[in-house]
Nanobody
Framework: VQLQASGGGLVQAGGSLRLSCVAS????????FGWFRQIPGREREWVAS????????LYADSVKGRFTISRRNANNTVSLQMNSLKPEDTAVYYC??????????????????WGQGTLVTVSS
């Protein structure tokens, strides 16, 4: 599985960014996806996930109401729209995939495909 993430950058607090992840190597329509983030020196944390169909989405409490995960099967792309960004959102963001559909909040170990990460920096 290959995942290519993009869209990170520098933004002021209150601003928006849209991350994208293009997936290949496994049937896209039967893959569920997640976004995770990691601050240096800290464990990677789950941000959001989306099911095969896109009908089920789950979010960490820290981003609920501000971030939206979506997928576009025609383009093999998963996106993370991030609004009302805060300095504490600063991290390297990773997309991840797995063949199992999304039912409940996933564990990081559930995912077997990972992108290279894209840096998001939110200035105060």
């Amino acid at each position: 599985v290959q995942l290519q993430a993009s869209g990170g950058g520098l933004v002021q607090a209150g601003g928006s960014l849209r991350l994208s992840c293009v997936a290949s190597g496994r049937p896209f329509s039967s893959s569920s996806f997640g976004w995770f983030r990691q601050i240096p020196g800290r464990e990677r944390e789950w941000v959001a996930s989306i099911s095969w169909s896109g009908w089920r989405t789950l979010y960490a409490d820290s981003v609920k109401g501000r971030f939206t995960i979506s997928r576009r099967n025609a383009n093999n792309t998963v996106s993370l729209q991030m609004n009302s960004l805060k300095p504490e959102d600063t991290a390297v963001y990773y997309c991840a995939s797995r063949s199992k559909d999304l039912i409940t909040i996933p564990s990081i170990t559930d995912y077997d495909g990972w992108g290279q990460g894209t840096l998001v920096t939110v200035s105060s």
